[in-house]
């Protein structure tokens, strides 16, 4: 196993690309656009989808499933949304493939669609079509589902996990008969995918709204999660919609109000997709390799035998077993890597390119005198310590190596948000040390765009704890009564 | 809540149409095909697939994701999956869509794939080419992946769960280095999926081989588990595949063997679907609704109390409160439904209809007494039991009814396994009582396919526990070693 990844500072998208790859997470497949996700990369999305999955059915909401295809035509009943989706999209013309006589297999064009079916880029249109069916009156609300699911946005440049034409997601879509119950649905989704962020992925977000011009498309308002990557880029980590009524009055869905009033239902829709891949990956990972969280670790522990003689691998073997029982017993998941064709040092490598948080090294000499090696993942720190008491020191060590994890990043995202006051020293941060800059800015769609065009820097999101301050627009220099923040972003 | 369905007896098919729509599992979605998968029916399939997830996991699987998109020129290169797989699918042939000027939207013309992309109706294709990348040596084998994905084959008639265009399943694909490995696989799989079916779903299943007629397109062997439904008609609940080497073959993929000689890889594949859901709800369930095992009911007991005061309320409540604390620590969902808009007979009949397996009915003036009344859906016989010691009466009664379900879909099945000697015979217990026809059958396809002609019947499977007997095809009458299993089938 070769490692040799490029450093991050010699070409951080290399790193990643290589990363990727050689921690087997995944792959490009013969699809242009679509990739295929490796079991190991596999098994961490799976980890995130059973800690997410369970902290949507906390919060009372069920899992459902819709259509994969959208009638075109569904588009076009949303006005703003089919600006943002019915655009690159994959488009279904035919239901069946024929030999042309010759072996050559082709489309049967005696099979056509009367209406094209749209891949689902998301599933706003065809949900609020099916709920006009589920809802009646004000006992049918609120609606509270979730779909896992596969979705496609045609992408002409992709990134492994960042952006591929189809991802993984999961997609909420509640109903319910106010506004206020709506709005608080949509800040209690973004608190979840907040709470799971810094919890599971040990990634600090800034909660914030969206500007309107990076809104949702049909929604009127967009709350988001922004984390920092190691290169001084944002990425939009999950994202939580406020819809209104334009869903329920494009597809009609009304309810009888407990005073006997037909109303419009009131809508939410929010998402983490395998972006969240990518951003766990750029926020934690070092040039030796992935480093895992261990409470999304798919291997918590592994433990590598170093012995000559039979006799000291049966006494090494004899620990392993144990420890590894106790460690069931606490949920820690341990990986006993006895493989004879690799020595050690292939496996220290092996392991820490993959980031398994604990490494434990048996060695037949140390357990003489009672002694194993614990070696950390995160800060690369070892120590010595006693057999006995193993899987206590274990189960200390991983959740201070969650903490420290996060803490690392939550000081690099500190370090890293930098309040400027004029267009030039927003530009030279930029340039810089790049990362959050908290800037004064007139409120318009106009000015946005100019910062954008002239910096590549998007406004990330208005804070939701945002203290106001009158200030000056970096840009234009209006009135400005808060400051935004701004980045370069995936 | 009205219930007024169909019984059986009336119209089977419009019986099992009507409960899957007023048990809120399932309904047609505005895509012609594709189902929409309610909340309680998910539910189900949830239970179905962490059951499953860990029985392949325990037996070494793991899972990963393959792309949705399946280039068309894949299906050319295995010459029998092109025949079975590249008919009836979704082609998309474009990738945007536009405004075409005066407010429609119309797929770009300048957007045209210049190849076509299958949705995929099964991965074999694109996931021995990503194999082919994944394999260079012994050492690499076996490959043990699974696949939880949406799968589409396009269907003219479909009915909800038994045959929509889209559909929900899972798909193991192994790679392995010796032909009896791969076999070893297959059965492994099949037993997996015949001990889902019994002890989780309570369907007693035959295990046995499809005819070469009826074998998946690209297998050397399928493999299959065949239920009985109470129709009389069968129901293909699981495959298991063993695939040779043929799509090793068609995409080139070769290992070095421990001698140092290139071979091609041994494959297996292996599927379940959400048409298992067709085949729960037609097995158990009854003219007042659904029977659902317990091991995969979503909610295991419901209880109502029966109550005028609020005093009464009160003692309820808090023996409530303790026999929830109580289940949960015996993993048992207990649902509550202390809805004061509606009355007991009207819960009744609703958790009747959703087939939760024990109602328990508290009501106050037996609780005087220390007495609750527990109803058990499958037999709806009731018991009058002691206030203490109830949690551990339910969970003996849930184990109770898991195996009551089966013992009577099991003494279903074997009243309805006829052996039959002639044509006549044979042609009488098809139109007659249905079920298993035991039969002797001369091993070719053509008489297969007269049978099938003449009868709709056809050959389920070689059981694979068959003894060998000498006997006569009872269509042409020649020798034969051993019975088949006939039937009509979904
Ligand atoms: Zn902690
Ligand atoms: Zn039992």
């Given at each position: ?220 308002d967009t709350y988001c999660i922004e984390a920092l990557m190691q290169d001084g880029k ?249 400051r935004v923040l701004f980045a370069r972003a995936y």
């Open positions: 196993m070769s490692k040799g990844i490029t450093s991050r500072k010699e070409d951080y998208s290399q790193w990643y690309n290589e990363l990727v790859s050689k921690a087997d997470l995944a792959e490009h497949s013969a699809v242009r656009g679509c990739m295929v996700i490796k079991p190991y990369g596999y098994a961490i999305w799976e980890k995130m989808q059973a800690a997410l999955d369970k902290k949507f059915k906390d919060t009372g909401h069920s899992n459902a499933y819709f259509p994969l295809f959208i009638p075109k035509s569904f588009f076009t009943k949303e006005a703003s949304h089919v600006e943002g989706f019915a655009k690159e999209c994959a488009v279904v013309t035919h239901y069946r493939l024929k030999d042309d006589g010759t072996g050559n297999i082709v489309v049967d064009e005696d099979a056509k669609l009367e209406e094209e079916l749209i891949v689902r880029p998301t599933s706003e249109t065809i949900i609020w079509n099916t709920y006009r069916g589920w809802i009646e009156s004000y006992r049918d609300l609120p609606i509270l589902v979730n779909q896992w699911a596969n979705v496609v946005r045609w992408e002409m440049r992709t990134r492994l996990f960042l952006r591929t034409a189809e991802f993984l997601w999961q997609e909420g879509h509640t109903a319910h008969a106010t506004a206020e119950e709506a709005i608080a649905e949509t800040e209690q989704m973004l608190d979840v995918y907040a709470d799971f962020a810094e919890n599971w992925m040990a990634v600090p977000v800034v909660k914030g709204k969206k500007t309107e011009t990076e809104r949702f498309a049909g929604a009127l944002a990425l939009q980590a999950g994202t939580s919609h406020f819809l209104g009524q334009n869903f329920a009055k494009a597809f009609d869905v009304k309810f009888t109000s407990k005073e006997g009033k037909q109303e419009y239902v009131w809508a939410t829709s929010w998402g983490v997709s395998t972006r969240l891949m990518g951003a766990l990956i750029m926020a934690h990972s070092d040039d030796a390799g992935l480093v895992l969280p261990p409470k999304l670790a798919p291997i918590q522990v592994v433990i590598v035998p170093i012995y000559k003689t039979d006799e000291e691998r049966a006494e090494i073997v004899e620990l392993v077993d144990q420890v590894v029982a106790e460690c069931k017993q606490k949920d820690i998941t341990v990986k006993f890597d006895d493989r004879d064709s690799y020595r050690p040092g292939f496996k220290f490598a092996e392991w820490e390119l993959k980031g398994v948080p604990l490494r434990i090294t048996i060695g037949a000499r140390d357990l003489k005198n009672g002694l194993v090696e614990l070696a950390r993942r995160d800060n690369q720190s070892k120590e010595s310590v006693s057999k006995e008491g193993l899987s206590q020191r274990i189960e200390i060590l991983l959740d201070e190596i969650q903490h420290a994890i996060y803490e690392k990043a939550l000081k690099f995202r500190t370090d890293n948000i930098t309040l400027v006051n004029s267009y030039d020293e927003f530009k030279e941060v930029l340039e810089g040390k790049g990362g959050f800059i908290s800037a004064h800015w007139d409120g318009t769609a106009e000015t946005e765009k100019r910062i954008k065009e002239e910096t590549k820097a998007t406004i990330r999101c208005i804070p939701l704890d945002n203290k106001l301050e009158e200030g000056q627009c970096i840009l234009t220099g209006k009135p400005s009564t808060q």
